[in-house]
Each structure stands twice: as structure tokens, then as C-alpha cells.
């Protein structure tokens, strides 16, 4: 079983709808989570840090909950400069100096 | 915007030969990371320095793949000798000691 878990996508959303997904992690000890955004061969760019509260950043909302061991990320009002592949990235504990375990990523592509 | 610089950002090469690329973090940053990332895949960490010291290569093939950064500034990662497995993007991060890692662009490797 893999450390961090995402569905592949792709998740197609006509522009201006609302896009949600989640992302499973193992390890029941993991302290920080974050999302991070890829677009097609580029580097990762990180989108926001998810917090045990839950926290938002414009039209993008995260979500942590620990007891399901899960994150999520909910877009709306999508643009079509989202599409774009997220990663789910998970550092397992505060004693592994900023090792970060990432997901493979869900493909998001809005449409016109 | 401070970036982190890579070079190549391409290179191919044929199996059996030896091929390093260079990385430069954003000025301060103690800590470098070293990730390879398949297509379809996360980013997965090969090694990590804290300033010129390796905090953590459990996940380098030691017996192809060398790191090094010498002066705690910019490093280098070797492989000698590349195989058609080695073909990925190969990603260079800096952080501020556990902070938020920061990617530069990439050097996407093919072996033939």
C-alpha cells in the first residue's frame, strides 16, 4: 500500500463549477500536510498547507481529517488556468526533517 | 522572486554513460533536496543536505548515484553509469531548514 494515495483523475470541470477530491495517507502519526500544484512539466509549486481547522485561500478550501486519515481540496469557481495536477504531499513526523511523502497526483482539467 | 536554478534543464543520454546535474538553491537555504520523479508519478526524495552534510540518502542507489555539495551552497548529482530506468525529472528543492520547500525547474533525463 502506498504512504499517500490519490485517485488519478482525470476530474473534467466545465469553468466555473466546483471540483473536489481527496487524498488518503498511512501513517497515523503524520504532523503536516500540504497541497502542492504541477502543471505539465513544470515543477511543483505549492498551493497551500492544510491545517487541522481547515483553511481557505481564495476559491481553494482544504480540509484534514485525522480520525479517516484523509485531506481534501475543493476548487471553486474554476478557471481554466486550474487545470493542473495536484499533489497531496504528507510529512510523516516532526522528527524526519522535512521528508515529504507525495502523492501521484490528481489531474484536473477545466473546460470551456 | 528568489528561484532555484537548475542545469540542463534536457539532457539525453546513452545507457552506460555518466551524467551530472548542477543545482543551486535560493540564497540561505540551508537545506537541499534531490528528487526524482517518474512520469505518472510523485516526486521522491534521493537525498537531502543540511548544509554539506547528508541527513538522508536511504533512497540513493548508492551504486550508480552520487550527491555532493561541498560548500553548503549549490550541489551536484551523478549518475554513473546511467540506465534506461534513470529517465525521469530530476528536481533540485531548497528550504529553510524544515520550512516550505521551494522546486526549481527540473532536468529531464532520458537514457537510450
Known amino acids: 500500500r502506498k504512504e499517500v494515495e490519490q485517485d488519478p483523475g482525470p476530474f473534467n470541470v466545465p469553468e466555473g463549477a466546483t471540483v473536489a477530491f481527496n487524498c488518503t495517507y498511512s501513517?497515523?502519526?503524520?504532523?503536516?500536510f500540504f497541497w502542492y500544484r504541477q502543471d505539465c512539466r513544470k515543477e511543483p509549486k505549492l498551493l497551500m498547507s492544510?491545517?487541522?481547522s481547515g483553511n481557505e485561500d481564495g476559491r481553494f478550501t482544504a480540509q484534514l481529517n485525522r480520525a479517516s486519515q484523509y485531506i481534501s481540496l475543493l476548487i471553486r469557481d474554476s478557471k481554466l488556468s486550474d487545470s493542473a495536477t495536484y499533489l497531496c504531499v504528507v510529512n510523516p513526523t516532526t522528527d524526519s526533517w522535512g521528508k515529504l511523502q507525495f502523492g501521484a497526483g490528481t489531474q484536473v482539467v477545466v473546460t470551456p | 522572486e528568489a528561484e532555484v536554478a537548475q542545469s540542463p534543464r534536457y539532457k539525453i543520454t546513452e545507457k552506460s554513460q555518466a551524467v551530472a546535474f548542477w543545482c543551486d538553491p535560493i540564497s540561505g537555504h540551508a537545506t537541499l533536496y534531490w528528487y526524482r520523479q517518474i512520469l505518472g508519478q510523485g516526486p521522491e526524495l534521493l537525498v537531502q543536505?543540511?548544509?554539506?552534510?547528508?541527513?538522508?540518502d536511504s533512497q540513493l542507489p548508492k551504486d550508480r548515484f552520487s550527491a555532493e555539495r561541498l560548500k553548503g551552497v549549490d550541489s551536484t548529482l551523478k549518475i554513473q553509469p546511467a540506465e534506461l530506468g534513470d529517465s525521469a525529472m530530476y528536481l533540485c528543492?531548497?528550504?529553510?531548514?524544515?520550512?516550505?520547500?521551494?522546486f526549481g525547474p527540473g532536468t529531464r533525463l532520458l537514457v537510450l
Open positions: 543536505f543540511q548544509d554539506e552534510s547528508v541527513v538522508d
Open positions: 528543492a531548497s528550504s529553510l531548514s524544515k520550512g516550505t520547500q521551494y
Open positions: 492544510v491545517y487541522s
Open positions: 501513517n497515523s502519526a503524520s504532523q503536516s
